[in-house]
Structure formats: structure tokens, C-alpha cells
């Protein structure tokens, strides 16, 4: 039988973690390597350019574009305020002058004695980038960022929306229970939480309200995320949405009861600091939400190697694709010969055998390793 290689979706208590954080363009690296580091602590920092502003000046000022540099009272390369006087005509007889007003603070750039424009640049905008996850600086990306290595429980979710959180995690709900807006109290402020089968509109309207940084769930109704989000996601990455609250779905769409394994490893982690993070990309370069709960060990931490996903006969899996989406079975059979699906279509195959005690034959691309 050929080794079979399929998606793996990590469920783990003793993991070593390495996550990457870089900058969007070349900047400064504020740690050294092998330095302790907080999930709040700012690892490397750059600036971005600022927004650009086009004014008609010799429009403006009634002139040819040739004569606009002779109307200038500032120059190209000076700092100027919103609202300061950049520009003035002479006006006739000294009298009936018109003037050029900065539309923002910024720096003059651009004196065009072609177009008659002068283009303004807002100041550079800072941009710092936080260690996400407690840890240890393991990798200098120079001029770029740092990887940083940590150890605990690692679990990736199906879906998520909304960016980087931390917090402390706390169990809500039991595996099989609604989440409802009563289980959110004003003590949750500030917390990650987790637990249930589904979550609605009503429910992350709430979490926005008290200030609950994420919520680590079974499922939700596409139509309650699409209410929540005001439009309907596509499918390029998530992760950029500002709604006030990271979600991340353990199971899939829909009321589904979260994975035993999964529930039981959050459980453990009750009251303890985490990571979160929704962004979710399904396509090429596939990308996890994911919670992560640090357990550093005195700082020490073993070095990994990385090795693809195998599936093989015992392993447990979901699958995630209908008529099945978001059942898990355990692997009985890797046939090794191309299967004949309906469509005629031939493909490798997996024999699964589902929580009820379900048999499936599915393809193998229906299916994603739940590495345990």
C-alpha cells in the first residue's frame, strides 16, 4: 500500500509550537534570540508610509503649473500642519489673494510644475508586532521578525473569523449545550471562552457588548455569521474582521457537539492564559484558526521535527465534505486500488467506520487527519 499523505487538523496537549512573526516591510527587530518573551511583549516594529493627499494648487490659485513653485510659501521636504497656509498668489495690486490650506499634517513631497499639483504624505503609521504566545525567541528573521518557540496544548479549528487574542480561557458550556447571551456575564470581560455546540448572532452581539475577547465553540448557523458579519464571506482568508470578538469553530456550520478529545483538552486548560486567532484560509496555503494555552516548563523546550500527515488504519479523522460534514469517524480500511465514485471519477479511497458505528467509503480528499 502507497504511504497516504492527507490535511491534518492538530488536537494536541504536549506540543512544541513555532510561530512566525514578521513584519509587513522591512524594520527593526526589538529581541535577541533565545530570550524569554510575554504574549504581550513587542518583538519587532516598522513604519509604514502615510496615506498620500493631491491638492490642485494652480487651479487653486488661478496660475499656470509653471509658476506654482514661485506661489509657494513652503518647500518640498518641510513638515506643515493641517489647515497651514502652503501657497499664496499674488493677487492684483496686492489685494484679492488666493491661498493653498494643507488638508492634513504631513510632509510636503511633490511640487509638479507640469501637472500643478502638490502631493502631501500623512506621517509614517507605526506598526508593532506583539509575540502572540509566551515563549522563547528561537529564530532572528533580520530586518523582518522572530519565530518563537513555545510548548502546550495546541488545537486547530474548522473555521474562525477575527484576529490574534489572548486571555484567560474559561469553560461555559458542556460539549453538547447551546451557548446562550444569559451564560455571558460582565465577569467574562477580557476572557476567552469556550465550550458548546453553537453559538448565534444574539450571542456574539453579546460577547461584543461585555468585552469578551473570543469564543472557542462547535459550530454556528451560516446565516447567524452571516447576520453577525453584515455580508456573506467569500473565500479568500479571514482574520481581518473588526467586529469586536475572535470566534473559532471546533466542528463546522451549524449546531455540532464538540469533539470529546477537544472539549476534554480546553477543560483541562480552565482558567489558564491563551492564544486565539480566527484566521481561516481553505485554499492554497491553508491556513487554521487555532488556541493555543503555553505551558512553559522552565523555559526548556525540546526541539521537533515536522513531519507530514500519514493517515493510517486506526487514526481518527473528520470528515469535510456532505452529505457527512463535521462527523468524525476512525479509519478501518486504505485500500490501495482506484476507486469508481457515481461521477466516474477515480480516485484513492478510505474505508470509515463513524462515532454511531456508521461504515462510509469516502474519498480520501473528504476526509482531514485529527492529529492527536
Known amino acids: 500500500m502507497a504511504t497516504a499523505y492527507t490535511p491534518g487538523l492538530k488536537v494536541s496537549q504536549a506540543s512544541v509550537i513555532l510561530k512566525e512573526r514578521r513584519l509587513p516591510l522591512q524594520g527593526e527587530v526589538l529581541v535577541r534570540k533565545g530570550e524569554k518573551v510575554k504574549y504581550d511583549d513587542i518583538v519587532a516594529r516598522t513604519f509604514l508610509p502615510g496615506e498620500v493627499h493631491t491638492v490642485n494648487g494652480a487651479g487653486i490659485l488661478g496660475i499656470d503649473p509653471q509658476e506654482l513653485p514661485q506661489a509657494m510659501l513652503k518647500k518640498v521636504g518641510d513638515r506643515v500642519e493641517k489647515d497651514e497656509l502652503i501657497a499664496q498668489n499674488k493677487g492684483m495690486f496686492g489685494l484679492f489673494k488666493s491661498n493653498v490650506l494643507a488638508p492634513v499634517a504631513g510632509t510636503l513631497e511633490i511640487v509638479s510644475q507640469v501637472t500643478g499639483q502638490i502631493i502631501l504624505r500623512e506621517s509614517p503609521v507605526q506598526v508593532e508586532i506583539r509575540a502572540y504566545l509566551d515563549g522563547i525567541v528561537e529564530e532572528i528573521l533580520p530586518g523582518e521578525g522572530v519565530v518563537i518557540k513555545s510548548f502546550g496544548t495546541f488545537i486547530q479549528g474548522i473555521f474562525g473569523i477575527g484576529g490574534e487574542v489572548n ?38 452581539e453579546q460577547a461584543v457588548q461585555i468585552g469578551v475577547r473570543g469564543i472557542v465553540t462547535g459550530g454556528i448557523g451560516d446565516k447567524d455569521l452571516r447576520d453577525f458579519l453584515g455580508y456573506d464571506l467569500g473565500v479568500a482568508i479571514t482574520g481581518s474582521e473588526d467586529k469586536g470578538v475572535t470566534l473559532v469553530l471546533t466542528e463546522g456550520f451549524g449546531g455540532m457537539k464538540m469533539a470529546k478529545k477537544t472539549f476534554e483538552l480546553l477543560k483541562s486548560a480552565h482558567g489558564k492564559p491563551a492564544s486565539l486567532n480566527g484566521a481561516t484560509q481553505i485554499r492554497a496555503g491553508v491556513m487554521r484558526p487555532e488556541i493555543i494555552i503555553p505551558e512553559i516548563l522552565d523555559w526548556k523546550i525540546e526541539s521537533i521535527s515536522l513531519k507530514p500527515s500519514i493517515l493510517e488504519i486506526g487514526n481518527l479523522v473528520r470528515i469535510i465534505r456532505e452529505p457527512y460534514f463535521g462527523m468524525l469517524a476512525k479509519v478501518n480500511k486504505l485500500p490501495s486500488d482506484l476507486c469508481t465514485l457515481p461521477t466516474e471519477a477515480k480516485v484513492r479511497v478510505v474505508e470509515v467506520e463513524t462515532e454511531a458505528g456508521v461504515k462510509l467509503t469516502l474519498p480520501r480528499a473528504n476526509v482531514e487527519l485529527i492529529e492527536l
Open 167 to 204: 486571555g484567560k480561557l474559561t469553560i461555559i458550556a458542556e460539549p453538547q449545550q447551546e451557548i446562550t447571551p444569559e451564560m455571558l456575564k460582565p465577569e467574562h470581560q477580557g476572557q476567552i471562552l469556550a465550550g458548546g455546540s453553537l453559538v448565534t448572532k444574539a450571542v456574539l
